[in-house]
């Protein structure tokens, strides 16, 4: 058995920390000695995109499977690739996107392993159109705690399958991954900027264009309030032709010029957070940007914040939450309208504030649900996780839910009632790890485990 590194670990919120005992198998025989050979518990770990503790193990094992990284297998007819679950979608663009193939779902950033996509069973902004990944992963390969690998598919141990997209990890490794690429003329986005004045003008906005556009986000300015509550910048966009590109793009439609990354070198300190500098920042977001059509590089339409790296610096030592939530269709605008007044009468703000529509989901523990989702950053401070577990009040009053993923601070009275699927989510868990042998600080804190 490969050498553990005891050593402090976050998420990419940096809130919490853990001290667990690192692995990072190179081969799959070191990963089954580590899964197999101890009674103590694991989780396996991407790269560390998940905001909370779903990648952390206070006191135990932590696998990070970033090494076991190989392409293995590629159809170009039907688009079909097989590789291992530490490819990250950033690869899979360098490699494939030359080739006329995108992935069918990325979320915000592309620095994410595709075992930790399939674990969260993440949604990007198409998610009205396409769902979340899993619709489009047409199988995997999963070490169970026994250190038997099955493979898992619709047809293959579907509940396993059901379990695992969502399950967060605790079902077992995720070892090889299939999915389904989707074929594209260029590697820009053909759409446009729409400004909303307020958050019914933004949602009217979303109807109105799902029909025309497959992919869609709004920004909110979370210093709107009153009669601008909720005001945003909406991008919208599809994939564009060759031939709606201007000649000299039309010549290398896949490419695109490559852009300066810069790098926030060290923590800021809390002052550059403060509820006047979040305020001042939304506001130049929204007063910047004019409606009208656009190109998007899919760069810049997809992944804005990968082009400064290690960003979450800017949230200085004490780190950062993400609140990410889901209200049902038919509660979404009451929903929003009381968590924007909530969040600008407790003044603390939020630096950047995702709206997006979700369409119809699958899986036991997947987040998504019709409706519209609201994704929210604040910095640790006195008295956020008392506000926090008041929204979670409100959004659970209207029967929406909190992204696992993103999370650091959800009650377990919460989870249950948040997600109904759980009992049948902890069958399947019971069965294929009777000892909990994969548990995570995440699952102990919202109890996810069975007993
Ligand atoms: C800037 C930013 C934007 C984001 N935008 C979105 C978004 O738009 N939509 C969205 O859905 N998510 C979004 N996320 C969240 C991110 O996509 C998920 O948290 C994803 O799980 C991160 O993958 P990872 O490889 O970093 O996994 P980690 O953070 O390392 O792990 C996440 C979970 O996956 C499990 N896991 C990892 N690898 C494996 C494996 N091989 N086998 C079994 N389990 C495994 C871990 O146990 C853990 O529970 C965003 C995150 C960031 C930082």
């Given at each position: 058995m490969p050498p553990a590194k005891r050593a402090a670990l976050t998420g990419w919120g940096r809130y919490p920390s853990a001290e667990c005992d690192i692995f990072r198998p190179e081969k799959l025989a070191e990963l089954a000695a580590i899964v197999s050979g101890n009674a103590t518990s694991l989780i396996a770990r991407g790269a560390g995109r998940a905001y909370g503790d779903a990648a952390l193990n206070q006191a135990h094992r932590v696998v990070?499977?970033?090494?076991?990284?190989r392409m293995l297998a590629f159809d170009a007819d039907s688009g079909l690739l097989r590789c291992e679950a530490g490819v990250t979608i950033a690869e899979i663009i360098e490699v494939f996107l030359r080739r006329g193939f995108f992935p069918p779902v990325v979320p915000g950033t592309q620095f994410v392993t595709l075992g930790g996509s399939v674990a969260a069973d993440i949604h990007g902004k198409s998610h009205h159109r396409d769902s979340s990944l899993a619709t489009h992963v047409t199988s995997f390969e999963l070490m169970l705690a026994s250190g038997e690998v099955k493979r898992c598919s619709r047809e293959d141990n579907p509940d396993l399958f059901w379990a695992t997209v969502g399950g967060m990890g605790l079902t077992g490794v995720i070892l090889e991954v299939e999915l389904r690429l989707r074929k594209v003329e260029s590697a820009w986005f053909d759409g446009e900027i729409a400004i909303a004045a307020n958050l019914d003008e933004a949602i009217e906005t979303f109807e109105r264009t799902e029909r025309q556009y497959g992919y869609s986000v709004a920004w909110i300015d979370c210093a709107g309030t009153r009669g601008s509550l909720g005001r945003s910048v909406i991008n919208l966009g599809n994939?564009?032709?060759?031939?709606?590109?201007?000649p000299a793009l039309r010549q290398q439609p896949l490419r695109i010029p490559r852009r300066f990354a810069p790098t926030v070198p060290f923590n800021l300190p809390n002052f550059t957070l403060s509820s006047l500098g979040i305020k001042a920042f939304n506001t130049a977001i929204y007063a910047m940007n004019r409606k009208g059509p656009r190109l998007f590089d899919y760069q810049s339409f997809f992944?804005?914040?990968?082009?400064?790296?290690?960003?979450?610096?800017?949230?200085?030592?004490r780190g950062f939450v993400q609140y990410q939530c889901v209200w049902p269709a038919n509660e979404s605008r009451e929903g929003l309208i009381e968590m924007l007044e909530a969040i600008a009468k407790w003044g603390g703000g939020s630096f950047l504030t995702v709206l997006k529509k979700f369409g119809p989901q699958d899986g036991?523990?997947?987040?998504?649900?019709?409706g519209y989702t609201l994704a929210l950053d604040f910095p640790v401070s006195k008295g956020l996780m008392e506000f926090l577990d008041r929204l979670d009040t409100m959004v659970l009053t209207r029967g929406g839910r909190v992204y696992l993923a993103k999370d650091a601070r959800l009650k377990p009275e919460m989870m249950g009632a948040m997600y109904p699927n759980l009992a049948r989510w902890q069958q399947v868990k019971r069965a294929a790890d009777p000892n909990n042998r994969f548990s995570s600080n995440l699952a102990r804190r919202v109890g996810l485990l069975p007993s």
């Open positions: 990070d499977v970033q090494r076991l990284n994939v564009a032709s060759r031939e709606a590109l201007a992944f804005p914040l990968d082009f400064i790296h290690h960003w979450n610096r800017i949230y200085g030592k036991m523990l997947s987040f998504p649900m019709p």
